[in-house]
């Protein structure tokens, strides 16, 4: 009887294990993969309910370094060309979602929520619906596949994918390429004529007994002029030339400034890079005199424009010197440590 009795509780006992193992599981990454899409969508339908909020900055915030990479030169172009690239293939402005435009009311429900590799990586599904009063069609849904990673200890979406399309990634990927043909072309022209109109004022400026290139600095990135400045505020306080050069004019006098802009590359949505040939002519006893020297610019795209973000001499035969920003960077070091000497010096006499 009692070996019954204990033949009978294990027999119990397997029956439980079984059944509880059979059970779906939800490990706590799920879950916490689960919440932020929760707290995410939460925020995408608000900013749709009340049409309000930026919504770029969800995606900053939100997903991926390399699903923003592409996602921000795309944008970049998009504004550049005036063209709506991303309405097309892999998805609308409104990624999370699936949809061109904002609604009257927007619901959602995050499912399906499980890992899809063994390096932290999860897919779920989003299925909005969407209701508008402009529209005959009253309601509607989109259902969209979400893909979560973890990312510096955050959850963030790395791809998104709309049923029988290929992912809003793979699709960047391939469109970006013929984006950026198009955009080069657009900033091409665009930066041309922006050098021509900084270069012709160079070339007034120049031709003052006293040139004072103080009003050109609009024209510099908020990362050059920062080390212009700091350099400037150092030969100042020291009272002594520690570069020695004026980024713009690189000699002391000029008598009468031409220049040519030549050779402009985009290299990324955002950085550029172009020549300046500029030749100084002078009369001597002798004849006329000509000097010609020619500048590397970098450019970045600052404040929806093109801003001069470092310049570098070329030597006579075509090589590259070092660039004024690292020379300013270098210049600033010797200054502070010029300026310790003389402190510990006053110190030491004090003493």
């Not at 779906?24 to 689960?34: I, M, N, R």
């Not at 904002?102 to 399906?112: E, L, T, V």
């Not at 657009?186 to 930066?191: G, N, Q, R, W, Y």
């Not at 012709?200 to 103080?214: F, H, K, L, R, W």
Request: charged fraction near 30%.
């Amino acid at each position: 009887m009692e070996f019954a009795r204990v033949f009978i509780m294990k027999k119990l006992v397997f029956i439980i294990a079984f059944t509880f193992s059979a059970l779906p599981v939800f490990p706590q990454q799920e879950k916490e993969v689960q919440t932020f899409l929760e707290n995410l969508y939460g925020k995408v339908a608000d900013m749709g309910n009340t049409a309000s909020g930026d919504y770029e900055l969800l995606v900053d915030k939100h997903c991926s370094q390399k699903f923003r990479e592409f996602y921000n030169e795309i944008r970049r172009w998009e504004k550049e060309t005036n063209e709506c690239i991303l309405h097309f293939g892999g998805g609308g402005y409104d990624l999370f979602l699936g949809c061109q435009d904002y609604f009257d009311s927007i619901r959602f429900n995050i499912g399906n929520v499980h890992k899809i590799a063994d390096d932290k990586r999860y897919s779920a599904t989003v299925t909005a619906s969407f209701f508008c009063r402009e529209y005959e069609e009253k309601e509607w849904e989109t259902v969209r596949t979400v893909f979560v990673t973890e990312e510096n200890g955050e959850w963030r979406i790395y791809d998104f994918q709309s049923p029988g399309e290929e992912s809003d990634l793979e699709f960047m990927k391939k469109a970006l390429p013929d984006i950026v043909e198009a955009g080069t072309r657009a900033d091409t022209a665009m930066i041309a004529d922006r050098l021509e109109k900084i270069y012709s004022e160079v070339a007034e400026i120049a031709a003052d007994d006293s040139p004072n290139t103080g009003a050109l600095d609009r024209y510099l990135s908020r990362q050059y002029l920062k080390l212009y400045n700091e350099i400037g505020y150092w030969e100042e306080k020291l009272g002594e030339m520690i570069i020695g050069k004026d980024c713009w004019i690189r000699l002391q006098d000029w008598n009468k400034l031409e220049y040519k802009i030549d050779c402009i590359k985009v290299t990324s949505p955002s950085k550029a890079v172009a020549d300046v040939i500029s030749t100084d002519t002078w009369q001597t006893p002798e004849g006329e005199k000509r000097y010609t020297s020619k500048i590397r610019l970098d450019l970045v795209f600052e404040n929806d424009n093109w801003m001069i973000d470092d310049f570098t001499d070329y030597n006579g035969i075509g090589v590259l010197y070092e660039s004024d920003s690292k020379l300013y960077a270098e210049g600033i070091k010797e200054a502070l440590e010029l300026f310790e000497g003389i402190i510990d010096s006053m110190t030491e006499n004090e003493q």
